[in-house]
T-cell receptor, first 113, second 115 residues
Framework: GAVVSQHPSWVICKSGTSVKIECRSL??????MFWYRQFPKQSLMLMAT?????????EQGVEKDKFLINHASLTLSTLTVTSAHPEDSSFYIC?????????FGSGTQLSVL | AQSVAQPEDQVNVAEGNPLTVKCTYS??????LFWYVQYPNRGLQFLLK??????LVKGSYGFEAEFNKSQTSFHLKKPSALVSDSALYFC?????????????FGSGTRLQVQP
């Protein structure tokens, strides 16, 4: 099946720094990618919808200036957590749409000290 | 607005026994329902979906799910559990009436199959 590669799988950073997470569709082109966030024992919460070549659409309550999304090509979307704080520590997972199907990355565990 | 509830954080079952992982949903339009499984250090993998048609949907690895409109449920089932089925299972929904592809997920249920 189609593969979505998400990198890094885990990252530890200091408070105030920025972290970039990459989501790549390895064998298909994805015009739409989604970014989710998951807190322990809670649902995957949709943060934003990323469309190639246009601005991302953010869900209510998600700060677009803090969570910068770039979908510059049909195979790559990036999520940058700017000026990270401990409350941004979470599990982030992307998914890429191919036709009617969604394929998910393996997720990134972010820990902000 | 749409939502998904998975009332059980964890389900324990002995190998060879039938298993059920519960899911109920709320959506204002037409429910498109999905089950995904997540193994450690892996991405979410698609198991099965209900869009329309037969209420009993068969999916990968011997799993099936039954859509029950009156109870707004979409429970995942398997007649005989395997130890290798141990994983985290997510139910998800989207409103088929809209063009929005993003899914709303439940909180996940960890399935533990004991040998």
């Amino acid at each position: 099946g189609a593969v979505v590669s998400q990198h890094p799988s885990w990252v530890i950073c200091k408070s105030g720094t920025s972290v970039k997470i990459e989501c790549r569709s390895l064998d298909f082109q994805a015009t739409t990618m989604f970014w989710y966030r998951q807190f322990p024992k809670q649902s995957l919460m949709l943060m934003a919808t990323s469309n190639e070549g246009s601005k991302a659409t953010y869900e209510q309550g998600v700060e677009k200036d803090k969570f910068l999304i770039n979908h510059a090509s049909l195979t790559l979307s990036t999520l940058t957590v700017t000026s990270a704080h401990p409350e941004d520590s979470s599990f982030y997972i992307c998914s890429a749409q191919w036709g009617e199907k969604l394929f998910f990355g393996s997720g990134t565990q972010l820990s902000v000290l | 607005a749409q939502s998904v509830a998975q009332p059980e954080d964890q389900v324990n079952v002995a190998e060879g026994n039938p298993l059920t992982v519960k899911c109920t949903y709320s959506v204002s339009g037409n429910p498109y329902l999905f089950w995904y499984v997540q193994y450690p250090n892996r991405g979410l993998q698609f198991l099965l979906k209900y869009i329309t048609g037969d209420n009993l949907v068969k999916g990968s690895y011997g799993f099936e799910a039954e859509f029950n409109k009156s109870q707004t449920s979409f429970h995942l089932k398997k007649p005989s559990a395997l130890v290798s089925d141990s994983a985290l299972y997510f139910c998800a929904v989207r409103d088929g009436r809209t063009g929005r592809r993003a899914l709303t997920f439940g909180s996940g249920t960890r399935l533990q199959v004991q040998p």
